[in-house]
């Protein structure tokens, strides 16, 4: 497994490191490590990694314009911010992080947050949709959002949109309730992909809205605040 690590300090790296091998060495895991001393570095040349972790906080390019600049370019590495400032899990949306670590790291936080990478690669990641005969397989982290349309809906993912002949229900169904929510009769959202949101309405990555009625309401910002809690930020 090949892990980046960007950090303008050699001592939060090599501590980083040194956390990283005792997590591979209990788990028999082999890690190839590439590091960069800044955001301008790693977004200079070719990229490609299983896994970055990167400083929020750098002279020059920062860790969120690093990260938008990654996604301009259409690379997806997961993203697991190291940070001072736990205030910063709302600016991330955006870019699509992984998880938050909190600096100092703290080793059980980084163990469980790469658990929960490891665990995120195997084939739950993934639902089969039949549409026209013919079977695909769909990324669940790519699902935007899913609208009712008559019996059937229609699914926004980030590279198209596309009629699926079942309910609204019957997909959700398929679906962790712990990373999507129905926010109305007609609507099932993708926290990964929220932005912002009011109370009546929530504003996605793909710049579309999707509805909040009253009574989801309280429960639906319960839940989001569950996801970034559990997918977004580890506390110390």
Request: proline share 3%; net charge negative.
């Amino acid at each position: 497994m090949k892990i980046a690590i960007c950090d303008d300090e050699p001592i939060m790296q090599r501590e980083l490191k040194r956390q990283l091998d005792k997590y591979a060495q209990k788990r028999n895991m082999i890690f190839q490590y590439v590091y960069y001393k800044s955001g301008s570095e790693l977004t200079a040349g070719y990229f490609e990694a299983d896994l970055l972790f990167l400083d929020y906080q750098m002279e020059g390019l920062d860790g969120l314009e690093t990260a938008r600049k990654l996604r301009a370019e259409h690379n997806q590495t997961p993203i697991i911010f190291l940070t001072s400032f736990p205030h910063i899990v709302f600016d991330t949306f955006e870019v699509n992080a992984y998880r938050f670590l909190l600096k100092p790291i703290n080793a059980e936080k980084l163990s469980s947050a790469l658990d929960d990478f490891l665990t995120d690669q195997d084939d739950d990641k993934y639902i089969v949709i039949k549409e026209n005969e013919v079977s695909r397989r769909i990324n669940i982290d790519d699902i935007i959002y899913a609208e009712a349309s008559d019996k059937y809906c229609f699914i926004r993912t980030t590279e198209e949109g596309f009629l699926y002949k079942k309910t609204l229900s019957e997909l959700e169904a398929q679906l962790p309730e712990d990373r999507f929510f129905r926010s109305h009769r007609t609507y099932l959202v993708g926290f990964r992909h929220i932005l912002s949101h009011s109370d009546n309405t929530i504003l996605l990555d793909n710049q579309e809205k999707a509805v909040i009625s009253k009574l989801k309401n309280t429960p639906f910002k319960k839940a989001f605040q569950d996801y970034i809690k559990r997918y977004h930020f580890a506390k110390r």
